[in-house]
């Protein structure tokens, strides 16, 4: 019953910023963290960035990201500034939550495809 929307995706050129958002929905009771991973074809699945109280980055992404939440609509944003190729790959929300039926579980969202062209 719980559902991560992620919205923002597209094709950008090299240098260029798009703007993430991933809405939570559902039975939810609270949810503990958000944050945003991708994943390239042929790689793993790597962590973006997450927040809590506070802001945690990976190294790759550092002073070009930036994610933030809006409590009030249970909705986090990544803004991607100076995109590069290697940052191409389908990018997804998640979230731990609390609902009535659980005491705390991950959740994803289906993903949106970011394409960097050079």
């Known amino acids: 019953q719980v559902q991560l929307v992620e919205s923002g995706g597209g094709l950008v050129q090299a240098g260029g910023s798009l703007r993430l958002s991933c809405a939570a929905s559902?039975?939810?009771?609270?949810?503990?963290?958000m944050g945003w991973y991708r994943q390239a074809p042929g790689k793993q699945r790597e962590l973006v960035a997450t927040?809590?109280?506070?802001?945690n980055y990976a190294d790759s992404v550092k002073g070009r990201f930036t994610i933030s939440r809006d409590n009030a609509e249970n909705t986090i944003y990544l803004q991607m500034n100076s995109l590069k190729p290697e940052d191409t790959a389908v990018y997804y929300c998640n979230a731990h939550i609390v609902t009535t039926t659980y005491y705390g579980m991950d959740y994803w969202g289906k993903g949106t495809l970011v394409t960097v062209s050079s």
């Open positions: 927040i809590t109280s506070s802001t």
């Open positions: 559902g039975s939810i009771f609270s949810i503990n963290s």
